[in-house]
């Protein structure tokens, strides 16, 4: 089945500074790569999503990066604010099956 | 908008014990999924549930059931709880069930704690 790996597990930014989580799928199916974010005591909240037919896409401060050829794909948030410090978790899917497989989250603090 | 809602909010159970947990999704939402997710880790795939059919199963013991109403509400169950089922349980729901559909917006989950 598909495996998600995502680096770092920590990340501490200065407000201000971009942070960028990586992540790699190991099916060369998967078409379909959301990000979340998780706050301390609520449920994922989708941020941004990129499909296999796009390399990039951006929303203000946020961005996706998919390469296909290496399988991986990245979060870029810039000018990060310490709102921003929560968990990260990057997932995949593909067609047909109908579940996400989630990586194993990065826990971003951004320092005031 | 509502969003996803779940309820409760948070259990407490004994070993051996049976627990439901239920989700409303968004409305005009007709899927929804379940997912697992132990502290300190990514949300594990359990159900998916697209008008009252099961459309995706995890890697879950037959312990772990669920049901979709025609309302689109949906409810998992687990039977004799072990420690080991205690986690945050998502529910989430997708547009449809279709293989174009993708995007699933989560609840703020249900606690349960096995003891």
């Known amino acids: 089945g598909e495996n998600v790996e995502q680096h770092p597990s920590t990340l501490s930014v200065q407000e201000g500074d971009s942070a960028v989580i990586k992540c790699t799928y190991s099916?060369?199916?998967?078409?379909?790569f959301p990000w979340y974010k998780q706050e301390l005591g609520k449920g994922p909240q989708l941020i941004i999503d990129?499909?296999?037919?796009?390399g990039e896409k951006k929303d203000q401060r946020i961005a996706v990066t998919l390469n296909k050829t290496a399988k991986h794909f990245s979060l870029h948030i810039t000018e990060t604010q310490p709102e921003d410090s929560a968990v990260y978790f990057c997932?995949?899917?593909?067609?047909?099956?109908?579940?996400?497989?989630f990586g194993s989250g990065t826990r971003l603090q951004v320092q005031p | 908008d509502a969003g996803v809602t779940q309820s409760p909010t948070h259990l407490i159970k004994t070993r051996g014990q049976h627990v439901t947990l239920r989700c409303s999704p968004i409305s005009g939402h007709k899927s929804v999924s379940w997912y697992q997710q132990v502290l300190g880790q990514g949300p594990q795939f359990i159900f998916q549930y697209y008008e009252k059919e099961e459309r995706g199963r995890g890697n879950f013991p037959d312990r772990f059931s669920a049901r979709q109403f025609p309302n689109y509400s949906s409810e998992l169950n687990v039977n004799a709880l072990l420690l080991g089922d205690s986690a945050l349980y998502l529910c989430?729901?997708?547009?449809?069930?279709?293989?174009?559909?993708?995007?699933?917006?989560f609840g703020p989950g249900t606690r349960l704690t096995v003891t």
């Open positions: 997932a995949a899917s593909k067609a047909g099956r109908r579940a996400l497989t």
């Open positions: 099916d060369s199916a998967s078409n379909y």
């Open positions: 990129i499909r296999s037919n796009v």
């Open positions: 989430a729901s997708t547009t449809s069930g279709g293989l174009s559909s993708y995007e699933q917006y």
